[in-house]
């Protein structure tokens, strides 16, 4: 399998002309013959370097305004045959062999991509390149094909270290990588020519499979792929420290670039099964953290926790990783910032265990949302309008101009948590965050009570004073917060027990019929209500 | 576009000879020249049809082992030249058109379906096939190119219709198939390769794209697509009557069947934002709903509803669609079944909204669990097995032959349940019920807490004695219970709540650190504790 074949004769006809002479000097080197053709030739000669101009290979003429280059009998047998069991014939048939193509196909994506005209689109789809391709990566015990000017690096150092020849693992590789981009090629043209009929199509393509420990439970086994021809994916997370991730982990740690990609200000996440239990906006990180983990500080343990900038020794002391006490150490499974000072990086690595991953949240592409179900497949725009409206619905006012930054992080905060989800948020210190949520609930009214129960302990995790007073405590701070639903009230029931928990202000899409008895429930109550016409269910 | 070109010579060269005698029989009838390749000359010789042998076209002979066949400057060329543009040049080369290439390529899926080794899988992947209907398929403009032979009956219809021409519609529409075709094909032979040097890659085809109404909000767009060369997809609907499916619709569709796929015996299930609220296994189906519904009478209302077989008029009575007092009429978006008895479905119909569904679930494959994030791709297997073993780990002793069948029918429902979850199941006039379930928390304690209030509500739903004896009621009915959860309990804390909620019969998969400690809290609360094993995170 490490049969080394030398490169006597090669074939250049390339569209993507970059690195082309580097590489034809390097062939030239050798002491190979260079077959060429067209634009790719005439680079060539240019820049000194002696070619075999194709048709004298083909015996035919370029033809039809050069639809017909390559294919020929001549050029494709000289690929195909089997060196050994077909020799005799090849020589009978004077088919001298060519042991290297080096070829890439019309940029049909390219003129795609700039909105070109249907019969450009046309043009674009190279017949020759990709025969010439599959038919040099079918003989590949023979034969090395080039696909990608990325590859040429890599080519030139083989042949240099091989004097002039080629590996059998080398040429393997390379003719995966050649039918993995005439894959990639009809695969877009396939796409683009459906959409000329009218017919939704949808191809997707991915690589650099993992195998994961496990599933999302021990007896399910697992793969991570990358999608291929796409950057910054979830996959290019940079693992800098800690046990490889887990399947679960890289959910979760989705869900927490989700419920931090909008922010404008610094922010952070604190996720527990897929969904945000902790989430704060604000300026400073150490603060970010300390009030994300008070939303849930039970379930925080355990959680896969998010930044969206650089992480500083300050913020990562408040796990106490170093703390004598060992119950007092805050263990999560996984950190995500885009990036660490060293010294935050060396405190966070003093926990063996501890997934540090850096990965740019800014650059993760607010792309489609996409569904496999069975075979079948459901595909969406992300959810990225916040609000159509602020309609103040009820009699009470608020000054919206004041009340709207709170508002659109409890929006932000709701569209990251399962439906049926209700987030009761606050400004605490200066910051946004999210007192208590509910989630996941077949019932919105359980999703409400919920969230007023979480917000109950968390305010009594904070309280200081007197027992006597922490009702009052509650009411106050309740009363400043905001009650955010992710789909409207079919019922004024909600409110009323929002209401007599002490929360005063509502936020809900509407559109529910029964919209005025919610409203004059709220009326009769004295709570603000705002309509923002945007329902956020997410599933 | 809708210029007819007629089709007076065919290049039939194909893997696949299903049909192909009457598809060169027609084109004989039309006077049609037929070329033809080896195997496929023969079997239409044989059949009394005259052909063209091939290397009377291409000049050249077949050679190789078959390797080369039809690759050559003049048949490329006849496919190619532009038959305005480029008569003249074809003219004078002595190109002669061909108006129409049937042709199918070398098995590359049936032998590596058959477990070929991989010398044959590489004699197996076609080139001269794949450039020839590329070629076809991109100057379309003139020419026909047919890939498979169910498309050979449109094809000879479109012939007679049109005295043995093409129109241009129909040609697009081949030409699309045709790149479909060639993309199936490389991306099949792309991963396979991959896979020989041992590099995981995935690639997924999807055609038949509907625009759905919204996404899973009303400002997302979405498209609902079927995975290419699968049957029984999600997307293989009978939607018998009522509404287009909405984006939820689909997703909750999903979650009815997977929730009742693994039932041996009849079962239905209830959906709410993709969770089973109620789920039942049982004999009869009129019991099977009323006691599904019984789960969460109040989520019921809207909900997508599931069945296992064939559904009976009593069954949807129920539903009391013709009820008077309309506030009395049960209504649900979707009711799903394999088939549906005529006065059931007359008795549904009576209902304009609703969606009626046949699917059979039998039908469904148990596929792959497939997760987009953001450009990462997350494939695990589907969670399938239910328990590894069933240890009673408590002092308290049960008869487990006689408690599995209910046991096995709440880790069917766990494992459909989003986590954290907890449910509570119990055997009621002889059927499997889910009686109160907590899905989606972060925290586990506030999902058994979820769980056992649910449960109240419907012991109180269903409760007739004095309210003074409700209690006792409650005590009795939940001591017969079994609840479950999907993952171990971190702390005896769920065992404590449990217990005092009155449960006395615990599943769940063990494999906590502090396993001793919650087994010692059943010990002293004399409950029974079961360890399967496994675990059921869903997310």
Redesign the interface.
């Known amino acids: 399998m490490h049969q080394l074949i030398p490169i006597k004769r090669a074939l250049l006809s390339v569209s993507d002309k970059t690195g082309i002479v580097e590489l034809a000097t390097a062939l030239q080197q050798i002491g190979c013959e260079i077959i060429s053709t067209g634009g790719t030739r005439k680079k060539l000669e240019d820049a000194g370097i002696a070619t075999t101009e194709i048709s004298t290979v ?4 370029e ?3 050069g ?2 280059k390559t ?3 001549n050029i ?2 000289a690929l ?3 060196r050994e ?2 020799a005799d ?2 020589a009978a ?1 004077n088919i001298k062999a060519i042991d290297l193509v080096v070829c890439n196909l019309y940029p049909f994506q390219k003129v795609l991509e700039k909105g070109a005209d249907f019969d450009t689109l ?1 043009e674009n ?1 190279d ?1 020759g390149g ?2 010439m391709i ?2 040099a ?2 003989n590949f ?1 023979y034969v090395a094909t080039v696909t990608q000017p990325q590859d040429y690096t890599a080519l030139i150092q083989q042949l240099e270290e091989n004097n002039g020849a080629l590996s059998q ?1 080398f040429r ?2 390379l ?2 990588k050649a ?2 981009h ?2 990639d090629y ?2 877009l ?2 796409t683009t ?2 959409k ?2 009218g ?13 994961l420990r496990y ?13 291929n021809g ?1 950057d ?5 997370l940079n693992v800098l420290h800690g046990k490889a991730l887990s ?2 982990n ?2 979760d740690i ?1 869900g927490a ?1 989700e419920a931090i990609k909008e922010a404008k200000r610094p922010a952070c996440s604190v996720i ?4 945000p ?1 902790g989430l704060c906006e604000g300026d400073k990180q150490a603060d970010l953290l300390r009030l994300a983990w008070a939303g ?1 500080p ?2 925080a343990f355990g ?1 896969i926790i998010a930044f969206n900038r650089k992480l500083d020794l300050e913020t990562v002391q408040f796990f106490a990783l170093d703390h004598p006490d060992r119950s007092q150490r805050k263990f999560v499974e996984v950190v995500i910032a885009p990036s660490f000072a060293p010294d935050a990086l060396a405190y966070l690595q003093q926990h063996k265990n501890l997934r540090i991953i850096e990965f740019d949240i800014n650059q ?2 607010n ?1 489609q ?15 990225l ?1 916040l609000h ?1 409206k602020m309609d103040l619905v009820s009699t009470k006012q608020v000054d919206l101009t004041l009340e709207q930054p709170l508002i659109e992080f409890g929006l932000r905060a709701i569209k990251t948590i ?3 989800s209700i987030a009761i948020v606050r400004f605490k210190e200066g910051y946004a965050q999210l007192l208590g949520m509910g ?5 919105r ?2 999703a409400t009570k ?1 969230s007023i129960e979480k917000s109950r302990e968390n305010l009594q995790n904070e309280f200081t004073g007197d027992a006597a007073d922490f009702e009052a405590y509650v009411a106050d701070e309740l009363s400043k917060s905001w009650l955010i639903s992710d789909a409207f009230f079919p019922f004024a029931d909600n409110v009323e027990i929002a209401a007599a928990a002490g929360i005063r202000k509502i936020v809900q899409p509407g559109g529910s019929i029964r919209d005025k008895s919610v409203i004059a429930a709220c009326d009769k109550l004295g709570l603000a209500m705002v309509f923002t016409g ?6």
Chains 1, 2 share one sequence.
């Open positions: 083909t015996g035919n003429p033809a039809f305004g639809r017909m294919i020929s009998f494709e047998s195909l045959f089997d069991k077909d014939e090849a048939l046309i789809i017949i990709p025969t599959r038919a990566a079918k015990k693992d393997q590789q003719m995966c039918f993995n005439t894959a009809d695969a043209i396939a020519m459906d000329s009929i017919v939704h199509s949808m191809r997707m393509g991915f690589g650099q499979g993992v195998a599933g999302e439970n021990a007896h399910q086994s697992a793969h991570f792929y990358k999608q796409e910054n994916t979830l996959y290019d399947f679960n890289i959910l989705n670039l527990k099964h897929s969904n239990c849930d039970i379930s959680s993760l592409k792309g949302d996409v569904r496999y179900l069975n075979g079948g497949l459901l595909v969406q725009d992300a959810d309008k159509d399962k439906s049926n989630a996941g609930q077949p019932n009214l359980i919920l945007i329902r956020h269910f997410k599933h």
